[in-house]
């Protein structure tokens, strides 16, 4: 009689040629081998179906995945593989089954304990998968169980717990440049500014190319001041993704802060180009729009800017400040009256529109909007030491004087005041943009913004660090507000009439 | 020379231009026709001449003519077939006997064939695995006619779900069969005893009871059944056995087999186990999470390749020292040892057709090749000591000498900041009209900013007559009732008398079907003809464009058109 071939006698091989990822050469030994062994031979049937799923024939490989588990049910990686198959179909509530099937027979597997929890993450059972992912640890600690684990407490919104698991893990793996930049990132929301730089610039001396540190570093940096050293590093990542609209958006801010406003514009369209549906960019065209007086642009680009995103006071501010310079008074109200509505903290939206309606002559608004101004200055005082720009202040102690003096004390004065004033503000602003008060503030919105993005796409933090600007303008003239249609403020009423 | 240059590290100007490259390019034939792996090349004096000769245990292409090759300098010296693929080569002293010639040792399936002064001298077979106690016992009954085939199905069957030792190739080969089958099968292999065969993955040597250079050696075997085997020298009988969780890949050796010892095994499952002389089973556990693609070790440092193209060092007790990020994924590696300035590196042959040289996690040196390295060897090769032999994935075999002077420095190959670093952005210029622009822009702001709203109404005003005035024509269909979101477009094509009227209906609904239309022409009978006037619509599935097509003839000579009206309707 003859004799059987020996099913394993090429699986060697077949490993050989898969870790290297010859997979052509794989495949042509596995088709062998079956053929010689009439598809017994496991081994060649488990790398036939990694490498389909590598090459993204999943339901194939899980096909090829559950033959194996029927050749040698005993075997917990088949069934490991089985559930992995079922995951990436999606199916998670299947996945976990074959999951605590595997974990039977094998009891000490740290990846399954890993696996499942990431399943439990994608149906939302997160208390259970806080169990298995600690399992996991307690079994035999990864880097990525660790990431995880930060992931459940950054989706359930707990910024301090992602912090500590964060930590932990760089002390696990103090060379993990994606654990060093997530927990950098994470510090720079909560608002640790130096333990986050810290963190960044560790990531960055493992790995000088890493993407997000840099455009963390960079933004940081650029928030002090430093635009030379901010610019430097970007080049980095400038000739490795090329097409990164936050990076563009950054360089142009850069420039902005070096008052090179035509490489700022530049860029910054650059940034617009690339991601022209990113709010934040808009907004920052629309302010170097506007200190370089050309309203029109800016009222375009902040429109633009409002309709990506309507809930936000200061845009509304802004684009008050482009009309009031296109002498839209009407409009430029309604806009105010719509930024005052939405936004909680910013004194500086009372301060400009007390402006406008002083100007106006609508001394008695004037004096509301002063008194709100100062009921939300005390509030920031109470709750934290920030610095104000020192022309905010001095703007609004002059307007104080203009509206306590009274009528009587020269109409014209004070109106001229601002109106010179403006002037120089719309050069001089850009030097006062990076105080405290504007931009980390406006860094914690992007921040946060940023971190709501990064829900959408499973398990990376996505930075885009727009630097926000603010402004501080006061008024002139009209014209109307109009593609802004979408907001609620307005429905003027020229539009039905023509 | 390259001992000069420091800047020879820096990985951009490292590659081997010829006057400051530490190598001397000794050979290189891209027709060679050696297809092998690292573990499948050996160096050794096999004739006691003084010169070394390369071993190697050809796959052949495709892996279809398994031969072994003994090369003297660049050419074959001998080449003999073999019977099966080999897994792995080794040379070793098997002992004391002068002259000292090394035997050289080849395992293919589950044997380890060892010649002697390049003629076959030994045939170690591994042992036959133990067959299940269970199995043996049907299959004897079987053979005395005392059961059935379906019931002895039934039975072995019931063996795989639950045995701990899996079955022998007779009875897997057996359930695969159908019913009509099986009585031949049982009829023509139960008279045959039950056999379970094992083969070999890996080998090594080890060294028996002496660290020296030239001791007597031990060969360490891997098996497919997860165990390691020792075997003695000169009697080739077993010493030792241990067992492992997974199949071994690769495996790294140090100490003595007599004294105290280290195994190091990179296994299947991703993990590394490290076992020591008095351990049966690993005392120390490495989890990758990713394949190892190679094991070395370099000093006390075990060096593992992951596929996922990063570098990895580790203790001897699984602590994890260093990683290092590789540019492409890490086909090979082996290890350089330099003798004379006692400097030990770990040299990995990369996909991008590089062969990094690094020590610890600093880069010593890159070599750039043709075509990408699939195995690497380093040692004394004919009569020179520090010789690099790379065989490539197209059958290449390239060999290169060490320089004597060159001196691998290190530190070298720390990397500065990046160069990307000192580039100028570049920021897109502006012209001169953007600037003239911008300029009228600040002079004319609210002239331009009115201008354009005062046009943007108008086109709204526009679009919103026109607007109105399609629905008037009804030019383009809109569905009378909103249970039924439908799109109708029709076209009319050809030169007449006979045109095609194409009607493209489209359910416009986000899941709804449509069921139950009709579609009725309206016209001129003295003008026109149709086949059909009235007819049923299909079943409009949403999202889709049904493209229904009707004949038109016109009957009239004179010219004349009128409006063919398309109704949709619903039936009832």
């Known amino acids: 009689a003859l004799e059987f071939p020996i099913l394993e006698k090429k699986n060697w091989l077949i490993h050989l040629h898969y870790i290297r990822k010859d997979y052509e050469a794989c495949k042509a030994v596995i088709k062998e081998q079956l053929q010689e062994t009439q598809g017994l031979c496991e081994y060649a049937i488990y790398v036939q179906a990694l490498i389909f799923r590598l090459e993204g024939n999943i339901q194939e490989s899980l096909e090829l995945f559950q033959t194996c588990a029927v050749l040698s049910p005993q075997s917990a990686d088949n069934l490991k593989q089985v559930a992995r198959s079922l995951f990436l179909l999606g199916k998670h509530k299947a996945a976990i089954e074959v999951y605590n099937e595997a974990a039977k027979l094998n009891q000490k597997d740290w990846e399954i304990c890993h696996n499942l929890g990431v399943c439990y993450i994608y149906l939302k059972q997160f208390n259970k998968a806080q169990d298995q992912l600690h399992h996991a640890l307690h079994l035999n600690r990864h880097d990525l169980t660790y990431i995880m684990l930060g992931k459940i407490h950054l989706l359930a919104g707990d910024l301090d717990k992602a912090i500590e698991i964060y930590k932990k893990a760089v002390e696990f793996s103090p060379e993990n440049t994606e654990l060093l930049t997530t927990l950098g990132l994470l510090y720079l929301q909560v608002g640790f500014y130096k333990k986050a730089f810290e963190h960044l610039g560790n990531a960055l001396t493992y790995d000088p190319i890493n993407y997000k540190a840099i455009l963390a570093a960079g933004s940081m940096m650029q928030t002090h001041g430093d635009f030379d050293v901010a610019l430097t590093k970007y080049r980095v990542i400038a000739s490795a993704v090329p097409e990164s609209p936050p990076l563009w958006n950054n360089i142009g801010m850069c420039f902005f802060g070096k008052k090179k406003y035509v490489a700022a514009i530049s860029c910054l369209k650059r940034a617009n180009y690339l991601a022209p549906f990113d709010w934040k960019i808009l907004y920052n065209l629309g302010l170097v729009h506007l200190t370089m007086q050309q309203y029109a642009s800016a009222f375009h680009f902040l429109s633009a800017a409002i309709n990506f995103q309507p809930k936000m006071g200061e845009l509304y501010m802004l684009l008050a400040v482009a009309l009031t310079n296109l002498e839209d008074t009407e409009n430029a109200k309604r806009a105010y009256a719509e930024a005052v509505r939405l936004d909680k903290y910013n004194p500086l939206v009372n301060l400009n529109y007390a402006v406008l309606l002083y100007n106006q002559g609508e001394k008695r608004d004037a004096l509301a909007q002063y008194q709100e101004m100062e009921k939300k200055v005390n509030l920031l005082k109470d709750s934290s030491s920030l610095e104000y720009d020192s022309e905010m202040v001095e703007m609004a102690q002059k307007l104080g004087a203009a509206l306590q003096v009274g009528e009587a004390l020269v109409w014209t004065k004070p109106v001229k005041d601002p109106k010179s004033k403006q002037r120089t503000t719309s050069t001089s602003k850009a030097a006062s943009f990076q105080q405290p008060l504007g931009s980390n503030q406006a860094l914690g919105q992007a921040m946060s913004s940023a971190a709501a993005y990064s829900k959408l796409p499973s398990v990376k933090i996505m930075i885009s660090l727009g630097i926000l600007e603010q402004e501080f303008k006061s008024p002139s003239l009209p014209l109307e507000l109009e593609p802004v249609e979408a907001c609620p403020t307005e429905a003027p009423a020229q539009i039905r009439e023509k | ?572």
């Open chain 2, 1 to 572: 020379m390259a001992a000069a240059s420091p800047l020879d590290f820096d990985s951009g100007k490292a590659e081997s231009n010829e006057a400051s490259s530490k190598w001397l390019d000794a050979h290189y034939d891209p027709l060679a026709n050696i297809h092998t792996f690292s573990a499948c090349l050996a160096l050794a004096d096999l004739h006691g001449d003084g010169e070394s000769k390369l071993v190697v245990g050809d796959l052949g292409p495709g892996g279809q003519q398994p031969r072994l090759k003994v090369l003297k300098g660049p050419r074959v010296l001998t080449e003999s077939p073999l019977p099966e693929l080999p897994a792995a080569a080794a040379t070793f002293l098997k002992d004391q006997h002068e002259p000292r010639t090394p035997a050289l040792a080849l395992a293919s399936g589950p044997c380890v064939y060892v010649y002697k002064n390049l003629r076959p001298y030994f045939k170690f077979s591994l042992p036959q695995l133990p067959a299940n106690p269970l199995e043996e016992d049907l299959w004897n009954q079987a053979k005395e006619d005392r059961i059935d085939p379906v019931t002895l199905k039934e039975m072995l069957e019931d063996i795989r779900e639950k045995a701990e030792v899996p079955l022998s190739v007779q009875s897997l080969r057996f359930l695969q069969l159908e019913l009509s089958e099986m009585e031949a099968f049982v009829n023509q292999h139960k008279s045959k005893a039950i056999k379970r065969q094992t083969v070999i993955t890996t080998m090594t040597t080890l060294k028996k009871n002496l660290a020296d250079e030239d001791a007597v050696s031990c060969l360490v075997l891997g098996t497919e059944n997860k165990e390691l085997l020792v075997l003695d020298p000169e009697a080739f009988t077993t010493l030792a056995t241990m067992s492992l969780p997974s199949v071994p890949v690769f495996l790294e050796v140090s100490g003595q087999f007599d004294v105290e010892f280290r195994l190091a095994a990179a296994c299947r499952n991703g993990n590394i186990y490290i076992l020591r002389r008095d351990s049966k089973c690993p005392k120390y556990c490495i989890e990758l999470s990713a394949q190892p693609v190679g094991l070395v070790r370099v000093h006390k440092v075990l060096v593992v390749g992951s596929n996922q193209d990063s570098l990895h060092g580790f203790t001897h007790k699984g602590k994890r020292l260093w990683t290092v990020q590789m540019p492409a994924a890490i086909l090979t590696m082996n290890l350089l040892e330099q003798h004379s300035r006692g400097l030990q590196a770990v040299m990995a042959g990369l996909a991008n057709g590089e062969v990094r040289i690094y020590h610890d996690k600093t880069l010593l040196n890159v070599i750039r090749t043709p075509d990408a390295v699939t195995s690497l060897c380093f040692g004394r090769f004919g009569r020179e000591d520090n010789t690099l032999i790379m065989t490539t994935r197209g059958g290449g075999l390239i060999i290169k000498i060490l320089k004597r002077t060159a001196v691998f420095v290190e530190g070298g190959g720390e990397l500065g900041p990046p160069p990307a670093q000192a580039t100028k952005l570049s920021v897109p210029r502006k012209t001169r009209l953007y600037v003239d622009q911008t300029l009228r822009e600040r002079e004319a702001g609210t002239a331009m900013h009115r201008t354009f709203q005062t046009d943007l109404y108008l086109l709204r005003l526009r679009a919103a007559r026109a607007y109105v005035q399609a629905l008037e024509s009804s030019l383009s269909p809109v569905s009378a009732t909103a249970r039924e979101p439908l799109k109708l477009h029709a076209v009319v094509q050809g030169l007449g008398p006979t045109f095609k009227l194409t009607l493209h209906l489209q359910n416009t609904s986000t899941a709804r079907p449509i069921l139950g239309l009709l579609i009725c022409f309206l016209y001129n009978e003295a003008l026109y003809a149709l086949p059909r006037a009235f007819f049923k619509v299909p079943l409009l599935v949403p999202g889709l464009s049904y493209p229904l097509e009707t004949f038109v003839e016109s009957l009239s000579d004179k010219g004349i058109s009128d409006i063919i009206k398309v109704l949709v309707l619903r039936e009832g």
